[in-house]
């Protein structure tokens, strides 16, 4: 099997600060791969290049075998570029797709700091999710034209909300759910857009022990039942030794480490990046 | 050439005017993040007070009355208008400021009972002059220079006193600057003042060189001043003062062109045609600074 | 099922009122002596005309503004250009040459009011044919017009931030104004001068051969055209691109990543806001029997904003709701604040020309500050709720 995902030195850079430098990834198709660091390493940076809201400084990254986002340094970007590899995709076309464009295409994600439309149920928070892939024009669902579809949709939403035992919610603001259910009704609401790999940003933030143990468990379940990719960035060790097929860490934006997770526990320099150095 | 000249006079000492307003902008939108559509109707409120003022006192007297009574008037609309909405979206701020100009523009047509309003001659200030052959109004020489003083006033004041320095931490960063014990609410309070007391000497100056007032006469000066803000790039001082003169200058070559091409009555649209120019190619104006969103 | 039952009530609730409507205004040819208030020419039937014209308005802004989270102010500039597109269309060629003659003339010799009487007769039943499909088309062509000049400012607009895209949109009202009253192009605009001899509301009323009313519809027309138009506006926000221009109103960031493109969606709700506006700005020159750019300034937006909050951003019947209170206090409750009054032998202070003014624009602060909800918050009224509220209890028990 291929890589759903391959990241190749791919630099972001906010003018002198250079968030995520040369960074090189592989996300086998089918595995459950983490993203750890200590806070501000550039984790959800990274993301937020995969996703479409920023466009990396420089580096190439591939979905499903195909090029998705490529960019090169210019001009004044290219002056005061740090990073490595700048002329590396110099010659090769920017592809900058927007981020519903790359959920178009089959990534989903979810959000560090739980982003739930506010004034919308739980059920129409999953619903808006199918709106992509509805069959439908402005026309055809302004005057019902095609009620079938519009049924599909809230079926499968419905189903989503069963499976993720969220359906007593449904009528409730999303907002006035508890922490764990947030996130939970943030991962189906992810779901609903049929993707092929899907981005968990720090997923057992703010839960309680035993939810974040059952976490693992979901985690693998949603994977083989919709035949997921998983990337994921964490905190909670446990969860991500757990978890993990296979574990990139990264501080100050470059990668210090890779390996299966028993590597990773043992090695050095991610030792010292968590702890700090000791001399 | 007597012409152009006479044009450009009157170019400048229109932008001068503008200035003084559009510092007021400036300064608000650079702290609150807010245009303050009622600015323009303080501006209008500042000239109907000279109107009535003039005709029983001395104008020695008047003009001090004028621009310390539109400071209270910034003041309040402040306090009463914006401050009970401080953390609310800003489009309900922005949606206050709306009905405050409402507010002052119906209340300015009961007062006058919407008839237009004769500003006074103000001695010396409408005098006539000769420059280089053309005969112009003592206002026209006067506003640039008058301008420059109280952008350098008011730039020593920014950069040298305490307060200054507040003003320009709380324009960085609003939550911190609260954090770092700075007084928000002064701070806030003190850019409406000066906004208000430099919108009052404009509108001295504007409506000297105009036949009236009506209750809707603030409110283009008002944005164009906006306009010019954005154009030098919102939250810098220098920017909408060039800005100000930029706009002045072109909007009164457009009106002095023949009259046979009928174009004046663009003078007003071409300053939005510029803004939306501006918005489009240099968001961040001419001396602004770009800003990111953290996601 | 739920959402079936009351999209009936609904239906069966709007029919009733537009019944309601044409019987209130017919009243006089059943019932004579009929109090003052219900005659043709009571202020009633102003307020009821010009707030069904604005509470289309209102509720195309709340479209934009209250469901999409786009803080637009341009409608009055997309009313003008629905106001001269209809007025243009629709002025018969005979009456050209009188509306034109500053400017010797219209550029164009044609008036879809003639068209259709050419193929359908100019009196009779084929004339009101010819007039009701002159209108109708006129109408559809003004938002048309209205819609498109949205979709090209719309590129470089929509990128905008909040306050930004605020001011560029009242730019771009201020320039079309500017261009509408300019002389050159006074053969199609008729200049600064007004537009008028086109079809109006009263064109409606049904008469004899002696031109004696029979029916009259002057009320009910401008009633059935907006609330087709408000039907359409509520059909598309309980839609899925209706829930998406939710979900980028609540978190830009969240849907662009959940798959909804902010751009399509962005663009889509101004257009369509737009059209209804440019809708509204023909039946506002349909109401006032004239087409003047210098009616349509930011003023007038700023009034359709303010009506928005009042009603609730975000409540389509906040919206209608508050039109008609805000209509009917301005046009006739609050009428007499604006003259001298007396109770007994003591004249009342204050009142006098533009007090009324002042009073609304008080009240108008109070709840921008005080009850920043509006009427409605973000709720909307349901029919059904209201027929259970005020029903016997036994059925409440079901």
């Not at chain 2, 400071?71 to 009463?80: P, Q």
Request: glycine share 8%.
């Amino acid at each position: 099997m291929g890589n759903a995902l391959h990241l190749e030195n791919v630099t972001m850079q906010f003018g002198g600060v250079v968030s995520v430098n040369d960074l090189s990834i592989d996300v086998p198709e089918h595995k459950i791969i983490a993203l750890i660091g200590p806070n501000g390493a550039g984790k959800t940076t990274a993301f937020n290049c995969i996703t479409g809201v920023y466009q990396p400084t420089n580096g190439l990254i591939e979905f499903m075998g195909r090029p998705m986002v490529r960019n090169h340094p210019t001009g004044k970007a290219l002056k005061t570029y740090k990073g490595e590899n700048a002329g590396k995709f110099a010659n090769d076309p920017v592809l900058a797709p927007a981020p519903d464009e790359i959920t178009g295409l089959g990534i989903a994600r979810t959000f560090q700091n739980i982003r739930l439309w506010k004034s919308m149920t739980v059920f129409e928070n999953v619903l808006v999710a199918k709106h992509q892939r509805a069959k439908q024009n402005v026309f055809s669902a302004t005057f019902r034209g095609n009620l079938a579809e519009e049924k599909r949709m809230r079926d499968e939403t419905m189903d989503l909300l069963v499976e993720q035992g969220l359906d007593a919610y449904k009528d409730e603001l999303a907002v006035s759910l508890p922490y764990g259910l947030q996130r939970r009704l943030e991962i189906a609401r992810a779901l609903a857009t049929s993707p092929k790999l899907l981005l968990l940003d720090e997923p057992a933030a703010g839960m309680n022990p035993q939810e974040t143990a059952e976490l693992a468990d979901f985690v693998r379940q949603i994977r083989e039942k919709y035949d997921l990719t998983v990337f994921l960035i964490e905190h909670h060790m446990d969860l991500v030794m757990n978890v993990s097929d296979y574990i990139y860490v990264i501080d100050f934006g470059s990668e210090i480490a890779r390996g299966i997770p028993e590597e990773v526990q043992n090695n050095r320099r991610v030792i010292e990046a968590y702890l700090g150095v000791s001399d | 050439m007597e012409y152009v000249i006479s044009v450009l006079l009157s170019g400048i000492s229109v932008g001068g005017q503008y200035a003084l307003i559009a510092i007021g902008y400036t300064l608000v939108y650079g702290i609150l993040r807010l245009i303050n559509f009622a600015h323009g109707d303080v501006f209008m409120v500042a000239g109907l007070m000279g109107i009535y003022f003039t005709a029983t006192l001395p104008v020695t007297a008047s003009v001090p009355l004028v621009i310390f009574l539109t400071v209270v008037l910034g003041f309040t609309i402040e306090r009463a208008a914006y401050k009970p909405l401080r953390g609310a979206p800003r489009m309900s701020v922005m949606i206050s400021a709306i009905g405050v100009s409402y507010l002052l523009q119906n209340t300015a047509t009961y007062v006058t009972g919407g008839q237009p309003m004769t500003y006074p001659v103000i001695p010396f200030l409408s005098d006539t002059v000769n420059v280089a052959g053309t005969q112009t109004k003592w206002v026209v020489i006067i506003t640039p220079f008058l301008v420059l003083i109280l952008v350098f006033a008011l730039s020593l004041l920014i950069g040298r006193t305490k307060v200054g320095m507040a003003m320009r931490a709380v324009s960085k960063d609003f939550e911190t600057s609260r954090l770092m014990g700075i007084k928000i609410n002064s701070v806030i309070s003190v850019t409406f003042i000066i906004g208000s007391a430099l919108a009052a000497v404009g509108s001295v100056l504007f409506f000297t060189n105009y036949p009236a007032i009506t209750p809707t006469a603030g409110a283009m000066p008002g944005l164009k001043a906006f306009v010019a803000a954005v154009f030098g790039g919102i939250g810098s001082i220098p920017g909408a003062v060039i800005g100000a003169f930029l706009i002045g200058i072109c909007e009164t070559i457009i009106k002095g062109l023949p009259s046979s091409w009928d174009v004046s009555v663009f003078s007003d649209a071409f300053t939005f045609a510029l803004l939306i120019i501006i918005l489009i190619f240099k968001p961040q104006g001419l001396f602004g600074e770009a800003a990111t969103d953290k996601v | 099922m739920v959402q079936k039952k009351r999209s009936y009530t609904a239906l069966i609730g709007i029919t009733v009122l537009l019944l309601f409507v044409i019987l209130l205004e017919n009243l006089g040819n059943f019932i004579p002596g009929l109090p003052q208030v219900l005659t043709p020419t009571s202020p009633l039937f102003t307020v009821l005309k010009k707030a069904a014209v604005y509470s289309l308005v209102a509720v195309s802004m709340n479209l934009l503004n209250g469901f999409t989270g786009l803080f637009s102010l341009g409608q009055a500039g997309f009313m003008l250009l629905g106001a001269y597109t209809y007025a243009i269309l629709t002025v018969p060629t005979a009456q050209k040459e009188q509306v034109y003659y500053l400017f010797e003339g219209c550029a164009f010799d044609f008036s879809l009011v003639d068209m259709f009487e050419g193929i359908f007769g100019n009196h009779g039943a084929g004339g009101a044919i010819a007039m009701i499909l002159a209108c109708l088309l006129a109408l559809i062509l003004a938002g048309c017009v209205a819609g498109f000049f949205a979709y090209l400012i719309g590129f470089p607009v929509l990128r905008l931030k909040s306050d930004y895209l605020a001011i560029a949109t009242l730019g771009f009202a201020e320039i079309l104004r500017a261009i509408f009253q300019w002389q050159k192009l006074g053969k199609v605009t008729n200049g600064a001068n007004m537009i008028k001899g086109f079809p109006t509301f009263t064109n409606f009323n049904i008469t004899d051969s002696s031109g004696a009313v029979i029916l009259r519809l002057s009320t009910f027309v401008p009633f059935l055209i907006s609330s087709l138009c408000i039907v359409v506006i509520v059909l598309l926000i309980n839609s899925s691109y209706g829930r998406a221009f939710k979900s980028i109103r609540d978190d830009e960031v969240a849907a662009e990543a959940m798959g909804i493109s902010l751009f399509k969606h962005k663009m889509l709700s101004f257009v369509i806001s737009s059209f209804f506006a440019g809708v509204g700005g023909a039946l506002f020159a349909m109401y006032v029997a004239n087409a003047q750019a210098k009616a349509f300034t930011s003023v007038m937006t700023y009034e359709i904003l303010l009506i928005v909050v009042i009603g609730g951003i975000g409540s389509v019947s906040g919206s209608v709701l508050a039109t008609f209170l805000y209509v009917a206090c301005s046009e006739w409750w609050l009428r007499f604040l604006d003259s001298e009054q007396y109770i007994g032998n003591i004249k009342v202070p204050l009142l006098r020309n533009g007090f009324r003014m002042v009073v609304f624009s008080v009240v108008i602060m109070v709840i921008v500050l005080f009850f920043s909800q509006g009427i409605m918050g973000n709720r909307e009224i349901s029919l059904g709720a209201l027929i259970r509220k005020f029903s016997p209890k036994k059925e409440r028990k079901q």
